[in-house]
């Protein structure tokens, strides 16, 4: 996913950052609107650029991290998400909001991942996919839905029936 150069300052991105981890969807899209008449720019630049400058996470690993199934559907829809490719975006570990929403257990969130194209498939930097790390945080609820709904995975397992 390409990168913008909006000048966003520090405590700008923290503030994003902060609203997206803590769910305020309201007060995260008026931020993104005003950033945006102020830089001259859409809130779907401004939520690119967005990006935690340490760990590479975007305000979409912080929502689905912590169970925000409502803000991360209206992160990936018009007019903010910034581009289809958005929804796989990884962060410094190669982690997408995928493995974060999954190794969290937050099966709506995934559900929503999953609706606006979240590719199940990819591997962060251990070699790792979302259902992988849904297993091994004892997430059972995702790891099944994940084998049931999501034709790659199920491919990948053999139907996911009968493996170990």
Same mark, same amino acid.
């Given at each position: 996913?390409?990168?913008?150069?909006?000048?966003?300052?520090?405590?700008?991105?923290?503030?994003?950052?902060?609203? /997206?981890?803590?769910?305020?969807?309201?007060?995260? /899209? /008026?931020?993104?609107?005003?950033?945006?008449?102020?830089?001259?720019?859409?809130?779907?630049?401004?939520?690119?650029?967005?990006?935690?400058?340490?760990?590479?996470?975007?305000?979409?690993?912080?929502?689905? /991290?912590?169970?925000?199934?409502?803000?991360?559907?209206?992160?990936?829809?018009?007019?903010?998400?910034?581009?289809?490719?958005?929804?796989?975006?990884?962060?410094?570990?190669?982690?997408?909001?995928?493995?974060?929403?999954?190794?969290?257990?937050?099966?709506?969130?995934?559900?929503?991942?999953?609706?606006?194209?979240?590719?199940?498939?990819?591997?962060?930097?251990?070699?790792?996919?979302?259902?992988?790390?849904?297993?091994?945080?004892?997430?059972?609820?995702?790891?099944?839905?994940?084998?049931?709904?999501?034709?790659?995975?199920?491919?990948?397992?053999?139907?996911?029936?009968?493996?170990?």
């Amino acid at each position: 996913m390409a990168t913008t150069s909006l000048p966003l300052t520090e405590d700008d991105t923290s503030e994003i950052l902060y609203c /997206a981890r803590a769910g305020e969807a309201t007060d995260l /899209a /008026a931020y993104l609107a005003a950033l945006a008449a102020q830089h001259g720019s859409t809130p779907g630049v401004v939520l690119l650029a967005a990006t935690d400058p340490e760990t590479g996470n975007t305000p979409l690993h912080y929502a689905c /991290a912590n169970g925000h199934a409502d803000l991360a559907a209206q992160l990936l829809s018009a007019p903010l998400c910034p581009s289809p490719e958005y929804v796989n975006t990884p962060n410094r570990a190669g982690n997408t909001p995928l493995h974060w929403a999954a190794l969290n257990g937050h099966l709506p969130v995934v559900k929503v991942l999953l609706d606006h194209g979240a590719d199940a498939g990819v591997l962060n930097a251990a070699g790792h996919d979302a259902v992988f790390e849904a297993e091994m945080n004892d997430r059972g609820e995702v790891v099944e839905f994940m084998l049931r709904e999501v034709e790659e995975l199920e491919r990948a397992f053999g139907g996911g029936e009968g493996e170990g």
